[in-house]
């Protein structure tokens, strides 16, 4: 945990024990993204080395009663009003429906979600549905089984594909798809993923691939840009914007063939959506980030394991929003990748 920031340079109205989680930024965070695990068993390859990583001691990482805490704080005494569970790779965390079903238990309660790699979820989707789950978010980036191969170092393509069935049929919808494309391996797949999914009435949304790969071979040169996507589309497809209000959403949306089904694009490095962001993660030891790019975390499982109360470890949340930078800073020279991958922080 580092040092409470002078007081003095608290926004106006913002006073450790009270209120949400507010930066100096005006911003306030009300999703709250929470890593259960940093392990995988897949390992694509924008966001994990074939070999693995070294995950983090179990002794290290939040109990299910820590992760629920936690949470409930953050529902009770912050203002979370929705929850995403994440990873790593979510299902491989055996309590998962049990911290669902206590999320959803909360009041007010919040919105509850998932993202995951799919891979078990026809085996698990009635279960998170019967704990309250109201919706999923696939990884998929493509539908060839031999790129899938080469993309994930697995052959679990027909796993995914039978999960986001079992997803659709559990009720957990809309069920979305989140692809990531790479120059030269499966921009191809961008045209073929969107016809998959007007098909079965998932909802596609690319994106645009960021510096947070634990190898950090990511380069703004070999980037598939928001632009090249909607050259790939719009080659075959009719996109009119969405005229909704996108309000803190990440993805711009757009109407495809004069239907009601629409596609996204999450253009983080392109067309950052910093500004408007509300999010705020938990990592999978206990560690609250204000940002996917931060640089410094709070560290709420030591509070928590030396008797902190609940309105300290709020205020501890709330301390840490505070510092929030106005920007990723992907393109100032002086950018720096964080130390730990998306995979550990949780995308
Ligand atoms: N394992 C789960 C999954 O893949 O859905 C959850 C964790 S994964 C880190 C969450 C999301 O982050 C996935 O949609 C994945 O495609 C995306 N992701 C991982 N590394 C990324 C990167 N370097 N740039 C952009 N998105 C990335
Ligand atoms: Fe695993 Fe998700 Fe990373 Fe792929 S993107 S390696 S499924 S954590």
Wanted: with cysteine.
């Amino acid at each position: 945990m580092s040092p409470l920031p002078d007081p003095q340079v608290r926004p106006t109205g913002v006073t450790p024990g009270s209120g949400g989680l507010v930066d100096r930024h005006g911003r306030t965070a009300t999703d709250l993204r929470v890593s259960l695990t940093d392990r995988c068993n897949l390992r694509c390859t924008y966001c994990m080395p074939p070999e693995g990583l070294d995950w983090l001691p179990k002794v290290e990482q939040l109990t299910d009663d820590e992760v629920v805490r936690l949470v409930r704080i953050g529902v009770e005494q912050l203002g979370i009003r929705e929850v995403r569970f994440t990873g790593g790779e979510p299902l491989l965390r055996p309590g998962l429906p049990g911290i669902v079903s206590a999320t959803t238990a909360l009041l007010p309660r919040p919105e509850v979600s998932l993202t995951t790699n799919a891979v078990g979820l026809s085996r698990m989707a009635p279960a998170l549905a019967a704990a309250g789950l109201d919706r999923i978010n696939v990884s998929l980036d493509t539908l060839d089984q031999a790129r899938f191969k080469q993309l994930t170092y697995r052959d679990r393509l027909p796993d995914v594909l039978a999960g986001l069935k079992a997803a659709k049929n559990a009720g957990l919808t809309p069920v979305k798809i989140n692809t990531v494309l790479l120059r030269g391996i499966n921009e191809d797949d961008a045209v073929p993923l969107l016809e998959y999914c007007l098909e079965h009435g998932y909802e596609l949304r690319f994106i645009e691939q960021m510096p947070l790969d634990a190898h950090h071979a990511w380069t703004r040169g070999e980037m598939v840009t928001a632009d090249d996507i909607l050259a790939k589309l719009t080659a075959t497809h009719t996109l009119v914007p969405d005229v909704e209000e996108r309000g803190a959403a990440p993805a711009e949306r757009w109407l495809v063939d004069g239907t009601e089904l629409t596609v996204g694009i999450i253009a983080s490095v392109t067309r950052s959506f910093c500004g408007a962001c509300d999010r705020t993660r938990l990592t999978a030891d206990g560690q609250i980030r204000n940002c996917l790019f931060a640089r410094e975390e709070s560290d709420l499982r030591a509070a928590l394991r030396t008797g902190a109360s609940d309105a300290e470890l709020a205020d501890r949340w709330r301390i840490a929003t505070l510092s929030k930078l106005p920007g990723h800073g992907i393109d100032d020279p002086s950018f720096l990748q964080p130390t730990r991958p998306m995979s550990a922080i949780g995308g």
